[in-house]
């Protein structure tokens, strides 16, 4: 299986709001107090840094620990294609398949990266197999199913019937605690470490992206401390953690969002943004929500030209590029094009 951190416990796990339901559904299957056939598969999606390698490892750990009668594999996509490929080669791909399919529960951590149309049928019968044997399968992504745009279409449809979870932005308590937790967990190799209460403010208050994130501040700060010596002050605080508070999350914008708000600016209806209408008063708010897709989502051009009613990706391209020339020129798009942008990362 993939390597393990011992650090991803249920303990060092902060609860909160925005990954109740996961952390829930996590426990129960460590338990082995789901039900194969409510939580089977179980999907977990968020943006990156939100815990859900955590949670994933966090019930690998308690069910190896409790329950070593139990076979769990935890496999990142990457290493289930790796495997695959392995077995291949060595002519042993049924030993892989049979061994993939004998075990107690699957772990998949980091689903969008699971390409190739031979290894997705694989991974689809291994699914098959496990679920209609009652055993679980669990699965975390950056973006839910429907999203996973070059998943063959039968392991999206299998991993849409089950429960999906999303893990969302942590609020403010939860930012809090986060903090408070990995700047007592950072004490205890550097004692005496401790973080004023207008710097935790001011973090909380800023940061807002992501554990992930909340985490790299604390450790910043513990990393200038050590070096500088110097105590810790709201001044160093606003300067050492510039660029993690510009950070906006671009993965939580999503292409629907963008259509909306752009259909709704310009007075199009969605329906004509898709359409292959060439009228000017639809091809411009067209190519700005091509762009805005572009600058604001980690998709590819040719991922926006489909959900663009199926557009080429020159296509895409083309819009990108026009819209960039005209910022260049044009004060009040430039101011236009950040409001949208505003609008959509709030
Ligand atoms: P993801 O897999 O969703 O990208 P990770 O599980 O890798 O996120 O989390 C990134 C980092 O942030 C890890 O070090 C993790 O421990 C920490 N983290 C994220 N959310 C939480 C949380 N709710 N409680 C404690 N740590 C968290
Ligand atoms: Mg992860």
Redesign the pocket.
């Known amino acids: 299986s993939s390597p393990l951190d011992p650090?991803?416990t249920f303990e060092?796990?902060?609860?909160?709001a925005s990954?109740r339901l996961a952390l829930a559904a996590a426990r129960q299957v460590a338990d082995g107090s789901a039900s194969g056939v409510k939580f089977n598969p179980l999907y977990i999606h968020?943006s990156?840094?939100?815990?859900?390698?955590?949670?994933l490892q966090a019930l690998t750990h308690r069910l190896k620990a409790e329950h070593p009668e139990m076979r769990v594999l935890y496999l990142t996509a990457e290493h289930f294609m790796y495997r695959f490929v392995q077995s291949l080669q060595t002519q042993s791909a049924l030993a892989f398949k049979e061994a993939l399919r004998t075990i107690d529960l699957l772990v998949i951590?980091d689903m969008q990266f699971l390409h190739g149309k031979q290894i997705q049928q694989e991974f689809c019968h291994t699914v098959n197999t496990l679920i209609d044997g009652a055993r679980q399968v669990i699965v975390?992504a950056d973006r839910p199913p429907v999203e996973l745009e070059t998943m063959d279409e039968r392991v999206r449809s299998r991993l849409s019937g089950g429960l999906l979870i999303e893990?969302g932005a942590?609020d403010a308590a939860?930012r809090r605690s986060?903090i408070e937790?990995r700047i007592a967990l950072t004490a205890q190799h550097m004692p005496g470490f401790s973080v004023p209460d207008d710097v935790i403010d001011f973090i909380v208050r800023n940061v807002t992206t992501?554990?992930?994130d909340l985490?790299g501040a604390v450790t910043r700060l513990a990393g200038h401390n050590q070096l500088t010596g110097l105590t810790l002050s709201l001044t160093m605080a606003e300067t050492t953690l510039k660029d993690l508070i510009r950070v906006t999350d671009t993965r939580r914008v999503k292409i629907e969002d963008i259509q909306r708000v752009v259909s709704k600016h310009y007075n199009v209806s969605k329906q004509d943004l898709l359409s292959s209408r060439r009228t000017r008063s639809i091809v411009w708010p067209r190519q700005i929500a091509m762009y805005l897709a572009k600058s604001l989502t980690l998709r590819s051009l040719p991922e926006i030209g489909r959900r663009f009613g199926g557009r080429d990706h020159t296509t895409v391209l083309h819009a990108v590029r026009k819209v960039e020339e005209m910022i260049g020129s044009d004060e009040a798009l430039t101011q236009e094009i950040e409001v949208l942008k505003r609008m959509l990362e709030a």
Do not use: C, M
């Open positions: 650090r991803y060092n796990f902060v609860e909160g990954n968020s990156v840094g939100q815990g859900k390698t955590h949670l951590d975390a893990i942590p939860t986060i937790r992501s554990g992930r985490e």
